[in-house]
């Protein structure tokens, strides 16, 4: 019986903890907030919806293969065979019917010389670039979730960096205000050491607002209530880390697709100027005939050679100075990317040889700062020499923060923009 309440009390006891942690915040990564904003993002569902409108567009490319096939009806009166231009074909359209007739007309092309072939091709190209433009709408809502998720990092580390500074201030006043009261000190040091614990308080004051603003923006993003998430440390690891080559980025792929399509289109426009092979079948009743007996058939079929039509010869002129336009425009995706590659190669280079020295800096930096406390402390040195080594501690400390942000912010902006 004591064991099962035992066992009993403790079930409670995880029960109760599961529900304490459930209510918990949850901690997200980098890649976390990536693909939430992904999810998040309206237009990248707008052009999701583009892409697959664009797709079906191959459906109907491929309607070139297949017959078209109408109930045709017509009635006329007057003079007979004087109604053909509305267009009706078959046995309903034969000069030779007289009052009602109606049946079912097939046309069918037998070959069309690429016509068809072309287009299916343009419509599979059309779709690709409406792949690729959602992948560069998405490549927008990440990097917008990047950059606002390493400055809400930032803005909390550099609170905590003043909110720790304020501490070292704070025990530096309460010091010499004992120093003071016994007339070791001058009062200015008193004022001195208030003003710099002023400084400290407004600093992680300002940052923790700063953060607040932040994580308000990045739950928007992200899609998530501001207190139900926290976001990890500038030096966590992720997936953004490694090297993407800029022949995966998404505005070359979908340079690419867009020459294709213009390619396509040349072809297609050059195929108007051979000639196609149709044939029109028909079945059906008509009431009377004239000249002719009555048949309830007809088949034929047609051969048909463009000589000369402008709409044509300037549409293939049109077609290939966009061909050329858009060969030009894979050659300055090319160097766009090699531009912006280059661009953060420097940051993240630079970054890291600043931080090299930050490093061994923020530790002269420390040590500084307690040799001059000590000093002080000991009345062997002067207030001002205590309120420059805090200056630099907390300068160093910032600007560390400052060149990991950069590198960070760098690096996933480069592996962003070539397709990670």
Not at 116 to 128: F, G, H, M, P
Not at 158 to 170: F, Q, Y
Not at 233 to 241: A, F, G, R, S
Not at 348 to 374: D, M, Q, T, W
């Amino acid at each position: 019986m004591n064991k099962n309440l035992i066992r009993y009390f403790f079930s409670l006891i995880s029960f109760y903890a599961s529900l304490l942690n459930a209510n918990q915040p949850k901690m997200i990564s980098l890649e976390e907030a990536l693909n939430l904003a992904e999810q998040n993002s309206y237009a990248i569902a707008v052009s999701q919806y583009q892409a697959l409108a664009e797709k079906k567009g191959i459906l109907i490319a491929r309607a070139g293969y297949f017959p078209v096939v109408n109930f045709e009806m017509i009635d006329s009166w007057g003079f007979s065979g004087s109604s053909g231009w509305i267009g009706v074909e078959g046995l309903m359209g034969s000069p030779y019917r007289k009052e009602l007739s109606g049946g079912l007309v097939a046309r069918q092309v037998i070959y069309d010389f690429g016509r068809t072939e072309y287009d299916i091709k343009k419509s599979r190209y059309q779709a690709e670039s409406a792949k690729q433009n959602t992948k560069v709408t998405a490549y927008d809502a990440k990097l917008l979730a990047l950059v606002t998720y390493y400055d809400y990092t930032q803005y909390q580390e550099l609170e905590n960096i003043w909110h720790e500074l304020s501490k070292e201030a704070d025990i530096i006043t309460k010091e010499v205000k004992k120093f003071v009261n016994t007339g070791q000190r001058s009062i200015v040091d008193k004022y001195l050491s208030e003003i710099q614990l002023e400084e400290a308080k407004k600093s992680a004051a300002f940052f923790a607002e700063k953060a607040k603003g932040a994580k308000r923006e990045l739950s928007i993003i992200i899609g998530l209530n501001e207190n139900t998430f926290h976001c990890q440390h500038l030096v966590e690891k992720t997936n953004l880390q490694k090297t993407y080559d800029l022949t995966s980025s998404p505005f070359l792929a979908k340079a690419r697709a867009d020459l294709k399509i213009a390619e396509a289109t040349l072809a297609r426009e050059k195929a108007d100027i051979m000639p196609k092979i149709v044939s029109v079948a028909s079945i059906g009743a008509m009431e009377k005939t004239h000249i002719v007996d009555k048949k309830g058939y007809s088949f034929g079929i047609g051969f048909i050679m463009p000589l000369y039509d402008l709409r044509v010869v300037g549409g293939i002129k049109k077609a290939r100075e966009v061909l050329s336009a858009k060969s030009e425009e894979v050659a300055a995706q090319v160097q766009y990317l090699e531009e912006m590659n280059a661009k953060y190669d420097t940051i993240i280079n630079s970054s890291l040889v600043k931080l090299e020295h930050l490093n061994r800096e923020l530790a002269l930096a420390k040590e500084g700062f307690k040799i001059a406390k000590h000093r002080y402390f000991a009345l062997e040195g002067p207030i001002i020499d205590v309120r420059e080594a805090f200056k630099d501690l907390a300068q160093t400390s910032i600007e560390i923060e400052d060149a990991n942000l950069n590198l960070q912010k760098s690096r996933g902006a480069k592996n962003l923009l070539n397709g990670a």
